[in-house]
């Protein structure tokens, strides 16, 4: 046995748990540099958040002009500010760009260098300045995980830095900060998780000797982050079409912060899969978003795995509330992965990518390019060299694949919470 669990030095979640924040961030420091964004900003919760913060501690700068996919040049101007104030600890308040952001921030600020430095995984030489992460969004986890993905102009696909040393701090999940998340965004965010739990649980294990875990960030699946990808799969399963049909339902809110949560801390350890890896490049030339992307990917990713994971396919079938009782490995695999087409269309998601504007002359080299993301493509239960990766990315440019695409559920077919099976309709 040789396992290992990471996560933040304390976890708080739940509906309120925001109060905490300004005394949370003021035992870790007295000069406050604030991520968000300019949408966030306006938004009374997180102005509300701002001046309890500037009530608590000496000195506070905000650096509001956070941008997607977090470019080089955002980290740039955001190192300038907190040299100017003279940082000593952040708090990071946002989806996972701007939590990704804090983080490199954090990085450079008590490093030096710049993000190229740390490409990968284990370059982080220690620990970093204090962060404190509030998402506001349900989907990344990257409250609690060490990674930060960023977008490099130099390169055609998003680049990684994978680092214990990352982890924040301190994350404060509260559910209430997500009510007003729009239901684009609520989805593309609600899918991430969605992958994060299921390609943790159907990740490659693999054989680790003693000094892996601590040169290594994702090590392959376990016990331990099966149990997380189980629960957080439960969640986000039976509460994101709710999420996404209707903002104010609280529960099912609590449900998707609770399973992105739940799900950060799977893949914090396991890693993501092919889904992640191929959706790098096709991210990159695109301009969608990554939610969108790995969403999309991920049926024909566990297709063409199949063989190797029917039957953690089917206990997933079972984990999303499908009756499988009586099926086979084989049959609950196909039962899970009609049910996936018919959740990932209820939430309006495309289903090629054809219809996100995807040359299918790119397909090879954006395969050749996901099958270098060694981090990520290791997990891939399946085969996982650059003409099966091909395959893949052709199944999702057509569409076309070995069993059948059940059509999306009307609303009305079934109440919020009613478990259903692939016969029901698509769920």
Known sequence: MLETVRGPRQLIVGEGVAQNIPRVVAENGSRVLILTDQVLLRQPAVAEIVAAVREKVEVVEVFSDATPDVPLADVALAVSV?????????????????????KIVGVIRRHGGTPRDFYGESKVPGPTIPLVAVPTTSGTGSELTPVAVLTDPDREL???????????????????LTYTCPATVTAHSGIDAFCHAVESYTARPRAHGPRDPVEQVFLGRNSITDHYALLAAERIARSLRRAVRDGG????????????????????HAGTAAPHALQYPIGAATHTPHGLGVGLLLPYALDAARDAISDRLAVLAGVCGLDVTDASDAEAADTFLAWLDG?????????????????????????????????????????????????????????DRTRHLLPPSRDGDRGPDRPVSAQAGSG
Do not use: C
């Not at 600890?89 to 760009?97: D, P, Q």
């Not at 998003?158 to 209430?176: C, L, M, R």
């Not at 990518?353 to 060694?374: K, N, S, Y």
């Open 343 to 399: 959740f990932l269309a209820d939430i309006g998601l495309p289903p090629t990518l054809a219809d996100i504007g995807v040359a299918r002359a790119d397909l090879p080299r954006f395969a050749e390019m996901a099958a270098g993301v060694t981090r990520l493509i290791q997990n891939h239960p399946g085969p996982n060299d650059t003409a099966s990766l091909t395959a893949i990315l052709e199944a999702a440019w057509t569409g």
């Open 249 to 268: 339902d609280t529960d099912a809110r609590a449900d998707m912060s609770y399973g992105s949560m739940l799900a950060g801390l799977a893949f914090s």
């Open 82 to 102: 907190a040299a100017e104030v003279d940082a000593d600890v952040i708090l990071a308040i946002g989806g996972g760009t701007v939590i990704d952001l804090a």
């Open 158 to 176: 998003k680049v990684g830095v994978s680092s214990v040393h990352i982890v924040p701090d301190f994350a404060i999940v509260d559910p209430e």
